[in-house]
Antibody
């Protein structure tokens, strides 16, 4: 069974950088899947942030592109998210998510981790 | 920019009755290379991550009860719960994949409750 687990600080300061890691088990990060980050502000809807393939190829949401970096560590079977220049609007539950091999939809989600941006 | 809308924002349905949720995209979700509609539906219960219900507009994910069905093509789609059960109380999201450049876009969600 594929499992994804997010980890990282739950509180970060405004103007700082959010750093999260997603540990993947039950599948290889080098499989034919893209690995994604999706976020959800408290009480609001879902927003796709970006994705990475094991080769290191990435795609990002255009409005976040200047602030986002997604990377992969094949040796640890994990991938990571960095989001810079944080404001309160970045407060959200951050999910790491596997895109189905056939593409276009998400078949496995982590439980999510709440990141609060506050001084 | 591509915009996804859902209607209604919320609905309350009696147990055993039908629930219908609509999703509309400002741009066609048909992928020209394979003629598939890149539209998925997810169910999210409080405190849980979303769960995939339907992909390619009408293909039910393995293990999803057959009371859930998806239909539609192009820009207009529908998720139907044929006989609402108590465990179906949740927020439902549609999601589009746009390939050039790659981007995933979610609808705003529809909350389903028991009447």
């Amino acid at each position: 069974q594929v499992q994804l687990q997010e980890s990282g600080p739950g509180l970060v300061k405004p103007s700082g950088t959010l750093s999260l890691t997603c540990a993947v088990s039950g599948d290889s990060i080098s499989s034919n899947n893209w690995w994604n980050w999706v976020r959800q502000p408290p009480g609001k809807g879902l927003e796709w942030i970006g994705e990475i393939y094991h080769s290191g190829s990435t795609n990002y949401k255009p409005s976040l592109k200047s602030r986002v970096t997604i990377s992969v560590d094949r040796s640890k079977n994990e991938f990571s998210l960095k989001l810079s220049s944080l404001t309160a609007a970045d407060t959200a539950v951050y999910y790491c998510v596997r895109e189905a091999e056939a593409g276009s939809y998400f078949d496995y989600w982590g439980q999510g981790t709440l990141v609060t941006v506050s001084s | 920019d591509i915009v996804m809308t859902q209607s209604p924002d919320s609905l309350a349905v009696s147990l055993g009755e039908r629930a219908t949720i609509n999703c509309k995209s400002s741009q066609s979700v048909v992928y020209s290379s394979n003629n598939k509609n890149y539209l998925a539906w997810y169910q999210q219960k409080p405190g849980q991550p979303p769960k995939l219900l339907i992909y390619w507009a009408s293909t039910r994910e393995s293990g999803v009860p057959d009371r859930f069905s998806g239909s539609g093509s192009g820009t207009d789609f529908t998720l139907t719960i044929s006989s609402l059960q108590a465990e179906d109380v949740a927020v439902y999201y549609c999601q589009q994949y746009y390939g050039s450049p790659p981007e995933f876009i979610f609808g705003p969600g529809t909350k389903v409750d028991i009447k």
